[in-house]
């Protein structure tokens, strides 16, 4: 209770009678929860206890405007965390919009704060396809949003230079099937180490395409590998930055980025999308079997007409042959008739002769010489 | 024939041709005909052999393709 001084007479409050009386005030006041929007600067989660404290900001024009403390209890976490998986897109995470439920609450320890009871992932979803529209909108305007398309990719591309992480599973599944072709077709690969996702994601991935400028000409391809960590942190594949430097690389770029919802910007501007590192595996390695294929078939049809064309030439002199052995003046002769000559012309009418001539006769077998009577 | 050799299949062919259609005219005398009949006969086999010898190399040819592939 409060007491009076006995030389000044103010009435004087312990701080607990304070912090109680705006417990109370505030209670009446705000009783029940309600929607606010808000930019999560930091969402500050304790996984050993489970709680989370975001801080929570207003943005105007660049600059702050409002800032204030909020609160997750665990069990509110854990609901609205599973909620957001199941949009599969997003995570709860630093520098994001959110829609949400709250009410005021005040702590005699930690002061004033918003309690956090519900998060509307769609608002987020919303807010993030906002970002991702407005980068092909932009990529669009500035005319560079099928500069890597035009980018030749050689038929047979044999040495790739791979963004990705070395332990992740979507790397090695790519690697694994290239290597298992390897008997028959020589893939080399470099792998330039970045980060895939999440907020250092744009930066490092950007780098690393420098890197790859500066010896692009030992490289046919780009292949940017992700997989294995679900379809959280993609935001970074819809920024302006990371997609103009992937429209500049000076090579045709490939993604296997490995995820359900929709595509990225990167996706879609890149030479080609292969979904998942497998798939992107296999269109590369298709084009060998493809090409292999090919050959065998080539071969298989120029023996093929090779042997028709030879036929064709044999049947042709066999034809010869016989209509020869018809004009062959032997076969005629073998078969009883004779041949009739005078001074070694034929004679073909008996008045060509006249008596006395002298005629050869020829048959199969000699000659003989007779005088015309 | 060491001539005939250097020809090409197709010339030899042609060779061939033209005596068969000059053998089958009816004014040609017999001693001539003997001979064309005599050349074709040559030439006939001059072709099957070019034939068989080209059939050979295409099968030495197509296997080496085959080999290669299956190096790869």
């Known amino acids: 209770m409060p007491y009076y001084d006995s030389n000044t007479h103010n009435k004087i409050f312990s701080l607990s009678e304070v912090c109680a009386s705006i417990k109370r005030t505030i209670n009446n006041r705000y009783g029940s929860d309600f929607w606010v929007e808000g930019e999560m600067l930091r969402l500050n989660h304790y996984p050993y206890n489970g709680n989370a404290f975001p801080d929570l900001i207003e943005k105007k024009d660049g600059t702050v405007v409002a800032q204030m403390r909020a609160v997750i209890w665990a069990s509110d976490f854990r609901r609205i965390a599973s909620k957001f998986k199941l949009y599969h897109s997003i995570e709860l995470k630093d520098g994001i919009n959110i829609l949400f439920r709250a009410s005021i609450i005040y702590d005699t320890f930690y002061g004033l704060s918003l309690r956090i009871i519900d998060i509307d992932p769609a608002f987020t979803l919303g807010q993030m396809e906002k970002e991702r529209q407005e980068c092909i909108d932009r990529l669009r305007k500035e005319n560079i949003f099928g500069l890597n398309k035009q980018k030749i990719l050689p038929l047979l591309p044999k040495r790739l230079a791979i963004i990705s992480v070395e332990s992740s599973k979507g790397y090695n599944d790519f690697v694994n099937i290239i290597n ?36 692009y000409d030992f490289f046919d391809a780009v292949v940017i590998i992700r997989g294995g960590g679900g379809d959280l942190g993609l935001s970074a594949y819809n920024n302006y930055e990371l997609c103009k430097a992937v429209l500049y690389c000076p090579l045709p770029v490939l993604t296997g980025i490995g995820h359900s919802t929709n595509e990225t910007v990167c996706e ?10 497998t798939d992107l595996a296999d269109f590369i390695m298709q084009r060998f079997v493809k090409t292999d294929e090919q050959l065998h078939k080539t071969i298989d ?8 064309r030879i036929e064709n030439e044999k049947e042709k002199l066999s034809m010869l042959d016989k209509y020869i052995d018809l004009l062959n003046p032997t076969n005629t002769l073998n078969k009883g ?37 | 024939m060491n001539e005939t050799k250097e020809k090409s299949y197709t010339e030899c062919f042609n ?23 005599k050349r074709a006969k040559e030439l006939i086999l001059v072709c099957k052999d070019k034939l068989s010898r080209t059939e050979v190399d295409i099968e030495l040819l197509t296997r080496k393709m085959e080999e290669m592939q299956a190096e790869n």
């Not at chain 1, 879609?268 to 590192?277: D, K, L, R, V, Y």
Request: charge should be positive.
């Open chain 1, 180 to 215: 298992s072709y390897s008997n028959r077709y020589a893939v080399f690969y470099y792998l330039f180490p970045s980060l895939l996702q999440g907020d250092g994601a744009v930066s490092s991935i950007i780098k690393v395409l420098e890197k790859i400028r500066l010896v």
């Open chain 1, 268 to 277: 879609m501007i890149a030479f080609h999308n292969g979904i998942t590192p």
């Open chain 1, 301 to 308: 049809m120029l023996k093929l007409k090779c042997a028709n």
């Open chain 1, 337 to 373: 008739y004779s041949v009739t000559l005078k001074d070694g012309k034929t004679i073909r009418q008996a008045n060509q002769l006249k008596k006395g001539d002298r005629i050869v006769t020829r048959f199969s077998q000699g000659e003989i010489t007779s005088i015309v009577e």
């Open chain 2, 15 to 37: 060779e061939l041709k033209s005596l068969v259609d000059s053998a089958a005219e009816g004014q040609v005398e017999i001693d001539e005909l003997f001979d064309k009949v």
